[in-house]
């Protein structure tokens, strides 16, 4: 996207020029404090305690509004069958005491742990 005219950032002193590229760092917006509290934190049950993370202009994995994408419940739907198969085929049991905080540097999609997690996977 591009900017149509030149925009004052309420609040701030920056002006986006009229012509400049915007963009929208995902990643930013779903490590907000203010939305996700302890944002670096692995907490599987985020959504259920926290009523506003769920709003979907908080969480944009797949976009929002008219631009959502339309395979959203599909691929969540298929990520939770591969690991219920997996997990009723396998045992994974970590070996640490903790999951490390993601990569912060890295500028892929999905965020990498900072280290790798160590663990044990063995057939049921």
């Not at 085929?89 to 970590?94: A, G, I, K, N, P």
Request: hydrophobic content about 35%; glycine content about 6%; charged content about 20%.
């Amino acid at each position: 996207r591009f900017a149509m005219v030149d925009y004052a950032i309420p609040n701030t002193e920056y002006v986006v020029p009229e012509g400049e590229a915007i963009g929208v760092p995902l990643s930013w917006i779903n490590e907000d404090p203010e939305v996700h509290p302890q944002p670096t934190l692995f907490d599987p049950d985020r959504y259920q305690h926290n009523p506003s993370a769920s709003d979907p202009y908080n969480v944009l994995q797949f976009g929002a509004g008219v631009h959502r994408c339309a395979g959203d419940k599909y691929v969540l739907m298929a990520m939770k069958a591969s690991v219920s198969v997996l997990l009723r085929e396998y045992r994974v049991e970590l070996l640490c005491s903790e999951i490390p905080p993601p990569d912060h540097s890295y500028s892929g999609g999905l965020k990498p742990p900072a280290r790798p997690v160590p663990m044990r996977i063995t057939q049921r």
